[in-house]
């Protein structure tokens, strides 16, 4: 079974914050429901369009295997299934950074990834995060909530 590291409802609360900066990549915010955490993620609007007030499930996964093997980097066009056929929108990349911001009352963990330059940033309860390491390979899996 494939393991999910990260699932949660997040729903766009503002799109390109800083304003816009490339073309056809819009820089979204967002909030999720369950696990109160926020995110700032780069999303290829021509490919994938976007909009505030949009709800999204967001899962972060090692793997797209469904039998959990380890994924080997390569995309392979063998016409098995995969997580990917359960969502509309996937990103591979690498976990970067891991930072603890303690500036409010309670203490909160970030972590940072880029899928090949498009950037995410993941913010919250430092439980959320106890199976996220350094340099780990992650997919972003999404797909819109209607």
Do not use: C
Request: hydrophobic share 40%; charged share 25%.
């Amino acid at each position: 079974m494939v393991e999910i590291l990260f699932e949660d409802i997040f729903t766009v609360t503002t799109i390109n914050p800083d304003g816009k900066k490339f073309d056809k990549v819009s820089r979204i915010e967002a909030h999720s429901e369950q696990f109160d955490m926020h995110m700032l993620l780069d999303v290829n609007i021509e490919v994938y369009p976007v909009s505030v007030g949009d709800k999204f499930t967001i899962a972060v996964a090692p793997t797209l295997n469904l039998d959990g093997t380890p994924d080997t980097g390569y995309f392979v066009q063998s016409g098995r299934k995969t997580l990917a056929d359960k969502y509309e929108y996937v990103m591979y990349g690498k976990l970067y950074k891991i930072n603890e911001d303690k500036s409010g009352a309670n203490i909160k963990v970030e972590i940072y990834v880029s899928y090949g330059g498009l950037l995410m940033l993941l913010k919250g309860d430092p439980g959320n995060f106890a199976n996220f390491e350094l340099d780990q390979r992650l997919f972003l899996l999404m797909r819109k909530v209607w």
